[in-house]
């Protein structure tokens, strides 16, 4: 079986390191016209922060491919023949395939905004544009970051690490607004505070302006406001990157058309990760996931299929984590930015604002639980997803809390205050006492 795989991501990485366990004597192939090799992308950031150098971000040395008999093609896939089962390169050169993979990623979401041509405007989605970003900001004081998303606050802690001032324009009312509720966009915006960012909520973007060498010099906003600048930043959400497949006539809408198994409407050409779009997504699912770990999942799912073992692709408890400047954020299963009927939610804070604990259950008996939301907590994920899948009451996901926090023995412990906290305001769910995690230091006490 020859297997090429049209993207180096982790999605194409995780699916042929699998086809390779599950079928050794198969020829891989992975092509690619960004990078020779697989890179860590969510790690761009911290090499602009001067964190991590470039090679550090290369999880696997160059010896590793040939040792793992997996042929690395540093080209643009132009064009798909699935009747011949061809993969033309822009190289002129042709691949003759078995089976298909596209793990294509996704594009840059952009408005059709006057000026965004200009030179200093751009999004950041790879390596190009980590390339451009450090160009194109070298000696600058001023930015503009449009959209308030993951890329929104990491793109304004990026211009920030080098000095540079940056006004954030948000649309929605707070950071995040659909996802986030209020009060965890409130510790968000703690954080922006903190870090000078000038967040302009409610504000959209009208138009960019350019000086008379094509670089950009300003923006407007909605209002009719003018900032000054010297780079924008755009950070309005990602599209399936579906073009190769839609110009061969594999069926797509805003993804790549995938059935359970993750096959297209092309005979022995599946896709997976950021471009597909599954045409029957599961309860309470979406079609398109656009996130790291769902692309390991899926790639990982397609492997088995791709290697004779069909298997259908079944993501799970939903969860994502992010880091917002000095904030970490986790969440798990379902936890609406807005109130639900149906649905109670149960906030807690510390007193300092540095912790924060949300709780999403059934109004009625026996109150299963359906999420959390944690902001300067670490969660354990297998604990969380235990009790999501099994729908555990949440009287007794309270009184266990401390089992899910992840956080060393020695960091401040919040449960009893959330349990207090949660007694006082859902007196009848009959909440008992908490029972105590036994860390590394109370279980050596105890001999």
Not at 25 to 32: K, M, P, Y
Request: aromatic share 8%; with cysteine.
């Amino acid at each position: 079986m020859h297997l090429v795989i049209i993207g180096n991501g982790i999605t194409g990485l995780t699916c042929a390191q699998t086809v390779r366990h599950l079928r050794p004597e198969a020829r891989i192939t992975l092509v690619s016209d960004e990078s020779a090799h697989h890179y860590a992308r969510t790690a761009l950031m911290y090499v602009y922060m001067g964190h991590l150098r470039l090679q550090d971000i290369k999880p696997y040395e160059d010896w590793y491919w040939p040792e793992n008999c997996l042929e690395l093609v540093q080209a643009t896939a132009s064009s798909l023949d699935t009747a011949r089962r061809e993969v033309h390169l822009g190289t002129g050169a042709v691949l003759t395939y078995d089976k298909l993979l596209l793990a294509t990623g996704s594009v840059g979401r952009v408005v059709d905004w006057p000026g965004q041509e200009l030179r200093g405007v751009q999004g950041l989605y790879g390596l190009p544009d980590l390339a451009s970003m450090e160009r194109d900001t070298r000696h600058i004081r001023q930015a503009v970051v449009v959209g308030g998303g993951l890329i929104g606050i990491e793109l304004a802690e990026m211009l920030r690490s080098r000095g540079i001032a940056v006004t954030l324009l948000v649309r929605d009312a707070h950071y995040w607004g659909s996802v986030l509720p209020p009060e965890e966009a409130r510790l968000v915006n703690r954080q922006l505070e903190l870090h000078q960012v000038d967040v302009r909520y409610a504000t959209e973007l009208r138009e960019i302006l350019g000086d008379a060498e094509g670089r950009v010099r300003g923006v407007v906003t909605g209002t009719g406001e003018e900032i000054a600048c010297e780079w924008v930043g755009l950070a309005t959400g990602v599209r399936p990157n579906a073009t190769l497949a839609a110009a061969a006539g594999i069926e797509t809408d805003r993804g790549i058309l995938v059935d359970e198994l993750l096959q297209t409407s092309a005979p022995e050409v599946y896709a997976a990760g950021d471009c597909a779009q599954h045409r029957q997504p599961g309860v309470g699912e979406v079609p398109i996931e656009q996130l790291w770990y769902t692309g390991r999942m899926q790639g990982e799912t397609v492997a088995h299929t791709l290697s004779g073992q069909p298997t259908a692709y079944r993501r799970g408890v939903w969860f994502n984590s992010a880091k917002f400047f000095d904030l970490e954020y986790q969440t798990y299963g379902r936890v609406p930015a807005a109130p639900e009927p149906g649905l109670e939610s149960f906030y807690w804070e510390s007193f300092v604002g540095a912790q924060a604990v949300r709780i999403a259950f059934d109004a009625a008996p026996p109150y299963a639980v359906r999420g959390f939301n944690s902001m300067g907590v670490r969660l354990r994920h297998d604990t969380c997803a235990a009790w999501l899948s099994a729908q555990t009451p949440v009287r007794e996901v309270v009184e266990q809390l401390g089992a899910a926090n992840f956080d060393p023995e020695f960091f401040p412990q919040y449960e009893e205050q959330f349990v207090a906290a949660f007694r006082e305001r859902f007196p009848d769910v009959g909440v008992g006492p908490l029972r105590r995690r036994k860390g590394l230091l109370s279980r050596l006490l105890a001999r």
